[in-house]
């Protein structure tokens, strides 16, 4: 009987229904609930969605491995074997995990300094710093420490991206009017070199470039528009106004060979991809490469899984699904560890191509499979074609991709909204600029933080009087009530800590200074959800200046668990007893006010 029990035991704790007792194995699986379930109705839109996102992805991939400093192959290298495992592992079943920009333009900051782009020392470096996003990613998922990412507040994430979408927009000013401009670390650096040598520009690279971006904003921004009025269906419409990115690509490559512009005018091509699959690659296991490579490595977890989990979320919710967090770490973690040991560079999820897979329909991770596979379909046999690509058709597929990340709107309604949170926004903007991506953003964070303490350390504080013939204590400054000259009742709408209970003595104090008649002072903790050690202290410290002072203390509508831990360290005998309420009414009825 005893060994039925345990067997029955084990097979619920292993079940794979998300009901079950124990942990259910597809919260660790995730692709064990859609394929065990797998509608047949569902694979129209899985296959959709993975070949839209697939010729997305080639162009695209493409272009941000340049922007990373990396061959072009390096893009679709990273675009295979991370999104098989994705695709297994992760809960979002539209995200569209591999190369997105910012990520790029992080390890070109990151890497550039300690080797040449394109060299062999680079690509390790690269292959390294996603070996070590790899880890960090993985262990925050194992030890569901997801919640770290929220100190990255949405206006310095905002901030972030906007300002990064420039520094990458500029980055590639170099393909498009086909001057050789240094890659320095400022990015002011670049934009007044740029300026300088514009009258440099090679004019037939500056028509590639800029009627690819023409045609390319024309499909993002219009040409559905045209489809629509002639009444095709959206199932039609979807795929083929995303399918920009190729068409400039096609066009591009057409043009330079019909006309040899790479010959007579000096126009930059891709040149030679390998072809054939990824080859096993291994990252440099060296302490002090490691040392050179974190900060980087962190500022890529962080920020790629935030772009990831919010995209993965907005998409989730409008189908009434669920995203795990820190599975998706796990599953972001597993797939960049794919990509280390693939010839890939660190990945994410990208908000345009998962859109894109969204609107196409895509059910379940098995589209980010099929996305993968043709991939590597064009790896294997596609590559020649790419040889007299232009990189300005990349750098436009670049600029137009970023164009949208620049978030005027976000800064709009943060800056009516809440000015300090508009502050934390416009110093990472600025700082990003100034001083470069990665130091950027913890100067963001930096502020944020900042902006909140300082937020926190003048709480709002408000006396409080009773609504005539009612239980309800309002703020006396906004409402007719009544109060009591020996009794003032004032709430604290905030956590006690450290930085704040200076200016909770000293308004209180203040206001029985001006008030020489108190007898009673209520203090009202219905808004405190903490009280720490500096806190207590400051209380002991208060009561006794108070009782000096001829005024009783006492306490009301205090949470439980701080009531509980105000008595086990023997403030509530301090202050006397009968002196803490359950709420504002029992404290006034006590001192006779009601």
Aim: glycine letters at 8%.
């Amino acid at each position: 009987m005893a060994t039925f029990e345990s067997a029955k035991s084990a097979s619920k704790s292993l079940s794979l229904s998300p009901k079950s007792g124990g942990k259910a194995i597809t919260h660790y699986l995730p692709f064990l609930d859609w394929l065990v379930h797998y509608r047949r109705e569902d694979l129209v839109g899985d296959l959709l969605g993975g070949v839209i996102v697939a010729i997305m992805l080639v162009p695209q991939g493409m272009a941000y491995a340049m922007l990373a400093g990396l061959p072009p192959q390096v893009g679709l290298y990273a675009s295979i074997v991370p999104l098989i495992i994705y695709g297994l592992l992760g809960t979002s079943r539209t995200l569209a995990v591999g190369p997105v920009a910012i990520v790029s333009l992080l390890v070109a900051s990151g890497v550039a300094p300690l080797a040449d782009a394109g060299s062999a020392e680079y690509l390790q470096l690269a292959l390294t710093l996603a070996f070590l996003v790899a880890i960090i990613q993985f262990i925050m998922g194992v030890v569901r420490a997801g919640f770290l990412v929220n100190f990255l507040s949405h206006p310095v994430v905002a901030g972030f991206t906007s300002a990064a979408a420039i520094v990458i927009g500029f980055s590639q000013l170099k393909h498009l009017i086909g001057v050789n401009i240094p890659r320095t670390h400022y990015f002011y650096e670049q934009v007044l070199y740029a300026v300088e040598h514009i009258l440099e520009s090679n004019v037939y690279t500056l028509i590639i470039g800029l009627g690819s971006i023409a045609i390319l904003l024309y499909f993002q921004y219009g040409f559905a528009k045209h489809l629509k009025k002639t009444g095709l269906s959206e199932s039609i419409i979807a795929p083929v106004s995303k399918s920009g990115p190729l068409v400039v690509v096609l066009l591009g490559t057409i043009l330079v060979v019909a006309t040899n512009l790479y010959d007579w005018a000096s126009v930059k091509i891709v040149g030679e991809v390998p072809a054939g699959l990824p080859p096993i690659t291994l990252p440099v296991f060296d302490v002090n490469v490691w040392q050179l490579l974190l900060p980087t490595a962190l500022a890529i977890s962080f920020v790629g899984f935030m772009e990831s989990i919010s995209v993965a979320k907005s998409l989730a919710s409008k189908r009434r699904q669920k995203v795990d967090a820190d599975q998706e770490l796990v599953a972001l973690g597993a797939a960049n560890f794919g990509t280390t040991f693939s010839g890939g560079y660190p990945v994410t999820g990208g908000f345009s191509r998962s859109v894109v897979n969204f609107t196409a329909g895509a059910n379940t991770g098995l589209a980010s499979i099929i996305t993968a596979v043709l991939v590597a379909v064009t790896v294997i046999f596609l590559t020649p074609l790419f040889y007299y690509l232009p990189n300005a058709v990349l750098a436009a597929i670049i600029m137009v991709a970023v164009f949208g990340l620049i978030d005027v709107k976000t800064f709009k309604h943060v800056w009516k909204y809440n000015k300090a949170d508009a502050a934390s926004m416009i110093v990472t903007f600025l700082a990003v600029l100034a001083v470069g991506v990665e130091t950027g953003i913890l100067v963001g964070v930096a502020a944020a933080l900042a902006l909140y303490v300082w937020r926190t350390s003048r709480p709002h504080m408000a006396e409080v009087g009773r609504i005539a013939s009612t239980e309800t204590y309002r703020n006396v400054e906004r409402h007719e009530v009544e109060t009591w000259p020996q009794t003032v009742a004032i709430r604290v709408d905030e956590s006690l800590y450290f930085a704040n209970t200076k200016y909770l003595e000293d308004v209180v104090l203040q206001m029985v200074a001006d008030k020489p008649e108190l007898k009673y002072l209520v203090l009202i903790g219905i808004a405190v959800n903490d009280i720490d050690a500096s806190a207590l202290e400051t209380l002991k410290s208060l009561n006794q200046e108070l009782r000096d002072a001829g005024v009783e203390l006492h306490l009301a509508g205090f949470k439980g668990p701080i009531t509980d831990r105000l008595k086990a360290i023997g403030f509530i005998d301090h202050i006397g007893p009968g002196r803490v309420h359950l709420s504002t009414h029992d404290a006034m009825k006590a001192l006779g006010c009601a």
